[in-house]
C-alpha cells in the first residue's frame, strides 16, 4: 500500500509561518519528483511548488516566490512545504503529490496524492 500522509496545515495569522509535511509510505521516492498543489473553495487544485528528485531544482508559482519553500529529506521519504509570511489569500487545502516525471506534477496528473492538509490565514 503506497500511501502519503500529511500533516503541519493549521490555524495561522498573516505574516505567520507553517511547515507541512508529506510523509510517504509503501515504496521509496527518492526518484521521483515531488509537488504541492492547493484547493480553494470550489476552484480545482492548483500549482504551488516542485521538487527534482535531489532537491537541486525547485520550482514555484508566481505567487508564493519568496515565500515558500519545497524541501525533501529522501532518508525520511518526506517532502516539505515551508510557508513564511503567510496572507489570507494563501487559505486553502494543500496536496502533497509525487510521480516520476516533471509534466505529470505541472499538469496535476501525478501518480500519488495525499488527503490535504487545511490551511488558514487570519488577518
Known amino acids: 500500500q503506497v500511501q502519503l500522509a500529511e500533516s503541519g496545515g493549521g490555524l495561522a495569522q498573516a505574516g505567520g509561518s507553517l511547515r507541512l509535511s508529506c510523509a510517504a509510505s509503501g515504496r521509496s521516492f527518492n526518484a521521483y519528483f515531488w509537488g504541492w498543489f492547493r484547493q480553494f473553495p470550489g476552484k480545482d487544485r492548483e500549482f504551488v511548488a516542485a521538487?527534482?528528485?535531489?532537491?537541486?531544482?525547485?520550482y514555484y508559482t508566481d505567487s508564493v516566490k519568496g515565500r515558500f519553500t519545497i524541501s525533501r529529506d529522501n532518508a525520511k521519504n518526506t517532502v516539505f512545504l515551508q510557508v513564511d509570511s503567510l496572507k489570507p489569500e494563501d487559505t486553502a487545502v494543500y496536496y502533497c503529490a509525487a510521480d516520476q516525471m516533471f509534466p505529470q506534477i505541472t499538469s496535476g496528473r501525478a501518480s500519488y496524492w495525499g488527503q490535504g492538509t487545511q490551511v488558514t490565514v487570519s488577518s
Open positions: 521538487i527534482d528528485w535531489s532537491g537541486a531544482r525547485k
